[in-house]
């Protein structure tokens, strides 16, 4: 289903405040077919693992989540998992079926949670990073926590304003390195810093127009274009 509204993420330069109206896609659709597991992060014994787009949770070795997810092994930056009774090994930042589509590269698939949200793990300059498709975002946009934990300089870019449903807020523009998701690797991606902090990044059209999007029920798969 297509719904349009206002952009959330138009962004203008300093000294210049006007609406800009564009389209906005929100994706909606039937129960999840599969689980999807991502991986944030290893500890000793444990791993931290996203299931469904949900938040991060720690689940030992041995341990089965309710959804079916067994934690097998852990090491320096993978844990072996076994999911729709399929085992598989993750790096930080991949989620379960961007593994299993490592070999034909410049792909990824995600699966939409239960309010029809698309969320992935990936990364932003080597480092994890939870993302959600938003293609009413024009760019790829961070909380202002985020990008200091990122190491981001936000001094090197260029200050202007974010339209929101509240009206505008101020954010800069800056260049990103790289931006990872499952196997796909963008680098010198667009991206806004809001002042304010959120909850996840949106993973924006700065990314998002790079790729082909194929939407069947609740899942989503990019493809790399260029």
Known sequence: MLLCGADRDAWLPAGVARKLPVLLLALVGSPALAVDVGLAGVFPGKALLTIDGGAPRIVAVGATTTEGVSVL????????IQADGKKRILRVGQNVASS????????????ADA????????????????????????????????ARRLGIDTGKGQPGFMMTANGQT?????????????????????????????????????????????????????????
Request: aromatic share 6%; proline share 1%.
């Open 73 to 80: 092994a852990v090491d320096r930056d993978t844990a072996t």
């Open 100 to 111: 299993a589509t490592e070999r034909s590269g410049g792909k990824a698939t995600l699966t």
């Open 115 to 146: 309010r029809g949200h698309f969320y992935a793990i990936g990364s932003i300059n080597g480092t994890t990073v939870r993302f959600m498709v938003d293609t009413g975002a024009t760019m790829v946009s961070l909380g202002a926590g985020e």
């Open 170 to 226: 101020r954010v800069v523009r800056v260049k990103l390195d790289s931006v990872r998701v499952g196997d796909i690797v963008l680098n010198n991606v667009d991206a806004l810093v809001n002042q304010q902090d959120m909850p996840f990044a949106l993973l924006g059209m700065s990314f998002l127009n790079r790729m082909e999007m194929q939407r069947e029920g609740q899942t989503m798969t990019l493809r790399k274009r260029y």
